[in-house]
């Protein structure tokens, strides 16, 4: 073999070698890049995710905003903001909430590294007027305590912030009110939900700092993080663009509803923001307090806020406007939000520093528990773990529960109906009244104890279960509580007043029948 014919046999095998490493280094670059986008989220899915829990739960809009480390990396609107058709997008504003307690917990937490507040110091240091009913708890419930929702303070006590109030006194008349309320546990004893616990500190920061509660926020929090469509005001958020909130009724949402509009419960559930604005606080609560070149609060006390300190029951507790709790074994930090019109759901998980905000415009209570599903089932894609069941009653059973509320309510009309009829009937012929034990149990006492239970387990029970005060079915109307609160209502009226009526009729003819000595039908006797 030549010279010549083994250099090109030399530089043909070369040529070749050098031609399957590129191939080779072209898929192993293709497959990276596939395995790559395997691997990431898959920002469609959850996309239609959302949109098929939308549709499921007939909710009109919402938003949704994803963020993991220091970075927001997917933002969506779906749905409409209101009845005109405008769409949702990530800068439309939602009313967030109780996810405003975060914000109050945090300006607590900036006053206590000013060296302004003391968590463990007495209300009464910052608020001297500050008083419940028992004048030695007053002094004993300190800061700590409200924050973690220990401090006794009932949720019936919420009722003083329910009617509409928009002075600048709102938030002060609101705690001065407190006067009168008996605490309904000890002091530091266990844990209530009670928004007037975050109502009297958003007190604190505004004697504490000199400034409004909202501006003071707003300075320190909202401006430092860019939230520049978020409000402290609801009329503000209105002339922005503040979402249409809705509220079911039987299935189907209506435009309105809602708490009424009080200052006084903005440091509780009442500031408005947009999914985009809510992943900007979302990011600086991940990243120890920072967010691009603000620092709002020191890694100390994010963990602070944080850290669950009062039993909730379910291997959860309440930490500082926060819920410290896990989803399949994976820490996570949560708080919701549901002014009776709107419903946000926040999340954070420490660990792997995903953080997840779903902002929507209506509010059902025969779903509340289902409610943050969503925002659940995004995180439980991004984490790869199964989304935690909801809480309390199952959908189901809300649902069969209400059935027979109305089932019933319906055929306690028709009783009552009836009762008139055989009443005006008793007082035409007296003969047809029942006569004797039995016939006084079976017509009467019977029915008045099934009654009195039926209004038990409506006005104490029911309430109880669904985890839902019955004040709140009373003060702000909706399907469950109107359904419940009639059902138990006509139960007392028709088996508490009606029914002792007809008693009270039958025993009175009977006892003037015997002092007269007049015989109720003459008899004849027949002879032996």
């Given at each position: 073999m030549s010279t010549r014919t083994v250099r090109r046999s030399v530089t043909l095998a070369l040529g070749v070698l050098f031609a399957l490493v590129v191939v080779g280094m072209t898929?192993?670059?293709?497959?990276?890049?596939?395995?790559?986008?395997?691997?990431?989220?898959?920002?469609?899915?959850?996309?239609a995710y959302v949109q098929e829990q939308m549709q499921e739960m007939r909710m009109p809009g919402?938003?949704?905003?994803?963020?993991?480390?220091?970075?927001?990396?997917?933002?969506?609107g779906f749905g409409n903001a209101d009845d005109s058709g405008r769409e949702v997008t990530p800068q439309t504003p939602f009313k967030i909430g109780s996810t405003s307690k975060s914000f109050t917990a945090l300006a607590i937490m900036q006053l206590v590294e000013d060296g302004k507040v003391d968590l463990d110091a007495p209300v009464q240091r910052y608020i001297p007027w500050f008083r419940v009913a028992d004048p030695e708890a007053s002094s004993r419930i300190t800061v700590r305590h409200l924050l973690n929702q220990t401090s006794?303070?009932?949720?019936?006590?919420?009722?003083?912030?329910?009617?509409?109030?928009?002075?600048?006194?709102?938030?002060?008349?609101?705690?001065?009110?407190?006067r009168t309320v008996e605490l309904d546990r000890p002091v530091d004893e266990s844990f209530e939900y009670a928004n007037i616990n975050y109502v009297t500190l958003g007190l604190i920061v505004q004697m504490v700092s000199g400034q409004p509660y909202e501006r003071y926020v707003d300075d320190h929090v909202l401006t430092p993080l860019g939230m520049n469509n978020s409000y402290m005001f609801v009329p503000e958020a209105e002339k922005h663009g503040l979402a249409t909130g809705h509220q079911f009724w039987f299935g189907r949402p209506f435009p309105g509803g809602g708490l009424h509009y009080n200052r006084g419960i903005t440091p509780a559930g009442l500031i408005a923001s947009d999914a985009e604005d809510m992943s900007h606080y979302l990011i600086a609560q991940l990243n120890e307090g920072r967010y691009e070149g603000a620092q709002i609060l020191s890694s100390e006390g994010i963990a602070k806020l944080h850290q669950g300190s009062a039993d909730v029951g379910r291997g959860t507790s309440y930490a500082m406007g926060w819920v410290d709790s896990e989803m399949d074994g994976v820490p996570v930090v949560w708080h919701n939000g549901d002014p009776g019109d709107f419903h946000a759901t926040m999340i954070l998980v420490p660990k792997s520093k995903w953080g997840v905000v779903l902002?929507?415009?209506?509010?059902?209570?025969?779903?509340?528990?289902?409610?943050?599903?969503?925002?659940?089932?995004?995180?439980?894609?991004?984490?790869?773990?199964?989304?935690?069941?909801?809480?309390?009653?199952s959908q189901e059973l809300y649902l069969i529960i209400f059935l027979v509320?109305?089932?019933?309510?319906?055929?306690?009309?028709?009783?009552?109906?009836?009762s008139v009829v055989v009443?005006?009937?008793?007082?035409?012929?007296?003969?047809?009244?029942?006569r004797g034990v039995l016939g006084m149990?079976?017509?009467?006492?019977i029915p008045l104890v099934l009654n009195l239970l039926w209004a038990l387990a409506a006005l104490v029970v029911v309430p109880r279960l669904v985890e839902s005060p019955l004040w709140t079915w009373v003060y702000l109307p909706s399907d469950v509580g109107l359904v419940v609160v009639l059902g138990g209502g006509l139960a007392l009226i028709w088996g508490v007043v009606l029914r002792p009526v007809l008693a009270l009729l039958a025993l009175r003819v009977k006892t003037a029948s015997r002092d007269t000595g007049t015989p109720e039908k003459a008899r004849v006797r027949v002879p032996a």
């Open positions: 898929q192993a670059l293709a497959t990276g890049n596939n395995t790559s986008q395997t691997d990431g989220p898959d920002f469609d899915a959850i996309d919402a938003a949704l905003g994803i963020v993991k480390g220091d970075e927001i990396i997917h933002l969506e006794g303070l009932p949720t019936t006590a919420d009722t003083l912030v329910i009617k509409e109030n928009r002075s600048a006194d709102a938030l002060e008349e609101a705690v001065r009110s407190l902002l929507m415009n209506g509010s059902n209570d025969l779903r509340t528990g289902n409610l943050d599903t969503p925002a659940y089932g995004v995180v439980a894609r991004l984490v790869g773990v199964k989304p935690p069941p909801p809480p309390g009653l509320f109305v089932a019933t309510g319906v055929l306690q009309a028709f009783g009552i109906a009836r009443l005006r009937r008793w007082q035409a012929h007296p003969e047809m009244r029942p149990a079976m017509r009467v006492v």
